[in-house]
């Protein structure tokens, strides 16, 4: 009987009958993984349990607590949910239905809209399922056969997929569970009885392949984990996400509106907000000054013709608004790159000018489908703290590594921790492998001589270069993309960019890409929900508020608030003719740091009564004394 070699984890080693499966190939190596593992791996490619292992070669099982088995076993519960669903509602067509971060979706076309009510229907149904302990079942076919099988179903987005394929396809893998096939590449869990812990949470609309122009369909999100206690603190996690939602705190603090008045995914800020804003943009500043960046703006529109010689309006068209001034056609700004460029060429450069550090607090403007659009997460117009530094490739190391310390410091006075990941080239690329090498290695380098630990996500990086991704997590734990740095050695290239180096010759420099915080719209929603709004006092737009228990005292609070604005403290006054408790709860809930309360007796005294938004009292202060108070809790940040 022939035979195959198998390596494992540990090292050791065995040889078995070339039929046997991975899941017998586990059980003969350590079987106590068989009640965790989902799926295995063979030879670095995930396989499925039932798979068998003919030629061998290195094996492991994938437990479903790993992320890549948490995402498998969501994987499978979303195909139980479309069985549910068509089980429960006859004639819906399914689409497309993927794992994602924290859970998994299915894109579903339905002649009515899925209530709660339809939820619970469903999550019953996929309750019966899961007890029912279906195989998952695959099934390798002729492209052909699987087109015709779901043209007899019913099923025209699965044909349209099918029909959309290379043309060098000529087999499709199938899975089945009970009376239910779908179109799928796999793995997937061994049967529906490993589906233990799932919530199916909401309901939205979604366009056939993410195309405006294609039909609406109904996304139905869930979520699922191993074990019951995993799944009951995410969704304790959820629903505290929920009452940190930037949209509705926005609102309650009145900060910012996206009013589709004025247009989908377009912020207008508040007073409030607009002081938060420049709050964090006039720390940037002087932050960037510090640290030898000289300050440029460019502007909003550039000729088609740079677009096209930057290799944007190849690669990136599809993202970019265009518009036309007197026959020239112009592309409105996604990125501050070009007119940097610019900048730089418009002289003859030394060795001795570099490095050259550009810094635009820059607005641009890219096309973002109305899908995706998610208050001031993700939008069509925002700021970004821009800067590209251009440098001899001798001073790259240091640039990157002064990059990552700036990083570093920002996180930590805005209170984030973060991760951090090293994107390599993607498909859509432009520039020679020789550079990108070169590049990959001088970020690689960088991260490993800071001592920073990073992880590699191949294929996400720009267009032009790799980077390094900066993920800040917040106070739920959750990741936001913010900071990033790109190596590009491209774009010098395409625009002639030199410099003299100290033996008389023309070289060519090195351009980085950065971002500290990213985009400032985007920061500023992660940064209210991490706080929950309630900011620190070097943040709020408003850092005090006097609040008088009776009309008697308005004139000392008249005298106090001038003092208190003369000095620089962010101070606001409810003199109205309210109850004092009222107006305490109305700046608790406006998550004011403090609240300065005059009676009589401060008003005599000359003093102040100060209490924080949590309901500590501070005792009685002098007016200079709380000035004090208000610079020391700032000082750090000046």
Same mark, same amino acid.
């Given at each position: 009987?022939?035979?195959?070699?198998?390596?494992?984890? &540990?090292?050791?080693?065995?040889?078995?009958?070339?039929?046997?499966?991975?899941?017998?190939?586990?059980?003969?190596?350590?079987?106590?993984l068989?009640?965790?593992?989902?799926?295995?791996?063979?030879?670095?490619?995930?396989?499925?349990?039932?798979?068998?292992?003919n030629?061998?070669?290195?094996?492991?099982?994938?437990?479903?607590?790993?992320?890549?088995?948490?995402?498998i076993?969501?994987?499978?519960?979303?195909?139980?949910?479309a069985?549910?669903? #068509? &089980?429960?509602?006859?004639?819906?067509?399914?689409?497309?239905?993927?794992?994602?971060?924290d859970?998994?979706?299915?894109?579903?076309?339905?002649?009515?809209?899925?209530?709660p009510?339809?939820?619970?229907?469903?999550?019953?149904?996929?309750?019966?399922?899961?007890a029912?302990?279906?195989?998952?079942?695959? !099934?390798?076919?002729?492209?052909?056969?699987?087109?015709?099988?779901?043209?007899?179903?019913?099923?025209?987005?699965?044909?349209?997929?099918?029909?959309?394929?290379?043309?060098d396809?000529?087999?499709?893998?199938?899975?089945?569970?009970?009376?239910?096939?779908?179109?799928?590449?796999?793995?997937?869990i061994?049967?529906?009885?490993?589906?233990?812990?799932?919530?199916?949470?909401?309901?939205?609309?979604?366009?056939?392949?993410?195309?405006?122009?294609?039909?609406?369909l109904?996304?139905i999100?869930?979520?699922?984990?191993?074990?019951?206690?995993?799944l009951?603190?995410?969704?304790r996690?959820? !629903?505290?996400?929920?009452?940190?939602d930037?949209?509705?705190?926005g609102?309650?603090?009145?900060?910012?509106?996206?009013?589709?008045?004025?247009?989908?995914?377009?912020?207008?800020?508040?007073?409030?907000?607009?002081?938060?804003?420049?709050?964090? !943009?006039d720390?940037e500043?002087?932050?960037?000054?510090?640290?030898g960046?000289?300050?440029?703006?460019?502007? #909003?529109?550039?000729?088609?013709?740079?677009?096209?010689?930057?290799?944007?309006?190849?690669?990136y068209?599809?993202?970019?608004?265009?518009?036309?001034?007197e026959?020239?056609?112009?592309?409105i700004?996604?990125?501050?790159?070009?007119?940097?460029? +610019?900048?730089?060429?418009?002289?003859i450069?030394?060795?001795? &000018?570099?490095?050259?550090?550009?810094?635009?607090l820059?607005?641009?403007?890219?096309?973002?489908?109305?899908?995706?659009?998610?208050?001031?997460?993700?939008?069509?117009?925002?700021?970004?703290?821009?800067?590209?530094?251009l440098?001899?490739? !001798?001073?790259?190391?240091?640039?990157?590594?002064?990059?990552?310390?700036?990083?570093?410091?920002?996180?930590k006075?805005?209170?984030?921790?973060?991760?951090?990941?090293?994107?390599?080239?993607?498909?859509?690329?432009?520039?020679?492998?020789?550079?990108?090498?070169?590049?990959?290695?001088?970020?690689r380098?960088?991260?490993?001589?800071?001592?920073?630990?990073?992880?590699?996500?191949e294929?996400?990086?720009?267009f032009?270069?790799?980077?390094?991704?900066?993920?800040?997590?917040?106070?739920?734990?959750?990741?936001?993309?913010?900071?990033?740095?790109?190596?590009?050695?491209?774009?010098?290239?395409?625009?002639?960019?030199?410099?003299?180096?100290?033996?008389?010759?023309?070289?060519?420099?090195?351009m +980085?890409?950065?971002?500290?915080?990213?985009?400032?719209?985007?920061?500023?929603?992660?940064?209210?929900?991490?706080?929950?709004?309630?900011?620190?006092?070097?943040?709020?737009?408003? #850092?005090?508020?006097l609040?008088?228990?009776? &009309?008697?005292?308005?004139?000392?609070?008249e005298?106090?608030?001038?003092k208190l604005?003369?000095?620089?403290?962010?101070?606001e006054?409810?003199?109205?003719?309210?109850?004092?408790?009222?107006?305490?709860?109305?700046?608790?809930?406006?998550?004011?740091?403090?609240?300065?309360?005059?009676?009589?007796?401060?008003?005599?005294?000359?003093?102040?009564?100060?209490?924080?938004?949590?309901?500590?009292?501070?005792?009685?202060?002098?007016?200079?004394?709380?000035i004090?108070?208000?610079?020391?809790?700032?000082a750090?940040?000046?």
């Amino acid at each position: 009987m022939a035979s195959i070699g198998l390596k494992y984890p &540990d090292g050791s080693e065995r040889s078995l009958p070339a039929e046997t499966t991975a899941r017998d190939a586990i059980a003969a190596w350590k079987p106590e993984l068989l009640s965790s593992a989902v799926a295995a791996r063979l030879n670095g490619r995930a396989i499925d349990l039932s798979s068998t292992l003919n030629g061998g070669g290195e094996l492991s099982a994938i437990d479903a607590a790993s992320k890549e088995g948490l995402s498998i076993l969501r994987h499978s519960i979303s195909h139980v949910m479309a069985q549910a669903v #068509q &089980d429960s509602f006859g004639k819906v067509q399914v689409s497309i239905g993927p794992s994602i971060e924290d859970g998994f979706y299915y894109d579903f076309d339905y002649d009515r809209t899925f209530t709660p009510e339809d939820l619970a229907r469903i999550e019953k149904r996929m309750k019966e399922i899961a007890a029912a302990d279906y195989p998952f079942r695959r !099934e390798e076919v002729p492209r052909e056969k699987a087109v015709e099988l779901f043209r007899e179903r019913g099923e025209g987005y699965k044909v349209e997929l099918l029909r959309d394929l290379p043309e060098d396809v000529k087999t499709v893998s199938l899975y089945r569970q009970g009376g239910y096939v779908d179109l799928c590449r796999g793995p997937h869990i061994p049967s529906t009885g490993m589906i233990r812990a799932f919530k199916l949470l909401s309901v939205a609309g979604a366009y056939w392949r993410g195309d405006e122009r294609n039909k609406m369909l109904q996304r139905i999100y869930g979520t699922g984990f191993a074990t019951q206690e995993l799944l009951d603190e995410h969704l304790r996690i959820l !629903e505290e996400a929920r009452k940190r939602d930037h949209r509705r705190l926005g609102k309650d603090l009145d900060l910012f509106q996206v009013n589709e008045e004025a247009g989908a995914g377009l912020a207008i800020f508040h007073p409030k907000g607009m002081m938060l804003r420049w709050i964090i !943009e006039d720390w940037e500043r002087r932050e960037h000054l510090k640290r030898g960046y000289d300050m440029v703006m460019g502007p #909003q529109i550039l000729k088609v013709d740079l677009w096209k010689r930057s290799g944007h309006y190849e690669h990136y068209r599809e993202n970019m608004y265009f518009t036309e001034v007197e026959g020239q056609a112009y592309g409105i700004k996604p990125m501050n790159c070009l007119a940097h460029m +610019l900048i730089y060429k418009s002289k003859i450069r030394s060795y001795r &000018d570099l490095p050259l550090r550009y810094f635009e607090l820059g607005t641009v403007h890219r096309h973002e489908k109305t899908g995706v659009l998610h208050g001031l997460l993700r939008v069509r117009q925002f700021t970004q703290d821009d800067a590209h530094i251009l440098c001899t490739p !001798e001073q790259l190391n240091a640039e990157i590594r002064g990059v990552a310390d700036f990083v570093a410091y920002a996180m930590k006075i805005f209170g984030f921790e973060y991760e951090v990941e090293l994107s390599t080239r993607p498909e859509n690329s432009i520039g020679t492998d020789a550079d990108w090498e070169l590049a990959t290695s001088a970020l690689r380098a960088a991260l490993e001589d800071n001592r920073i630990p990073y992880e590699v996500n191949e294929g996400d990086g720009a267009f032009y270069g790799p980077k390094i991704d900066f993920k800040l997590k917040d106070a739920l734990k959750r990741k936001w993309q913010c900071a990033t740095i790109q190596c590009d050695f491209t774009l010098p290239e395409r625009f002639d960019l030199t410099y003299m180096a100290a033996d008389g010759e023309r070289r060519r420099p090195v351009m +980085l890409h950065r971002v500290i915080l990213g985009a400032i719209e985007r920061f500023l929603g992660v940064l209210i929900e991490h706080y929950a709004g309630a900011l620190p006092v070097w943040l709020s737009p408003v #850092q005090a508020r006097l609040i008088t228990v009776t &009309d008697r005292q308005i004139p000392y609070g008249e005298e106090v608030y001038a003092k208190l604005a003369a000095a620089g403290v962010r101070v606001e006054k409810d003199f109205d003719n309210q109850k004092l408790g009222y107006k305490i709860r109305e700046a608790q809930m406006q998550k004011i740091p403090y609240m300065l309360v005059i009676g009589d007796r401060e008003a005599q005294e000359g003093k102040l009564a100060p209490r924080l938004r949590d309901g500590k009292n501070l005792g009685s202060v002098s007016v200079d004394e709380f000035i004090a108070i208000v610079r020391d809790r700032c000082a750090q940040y000046q």
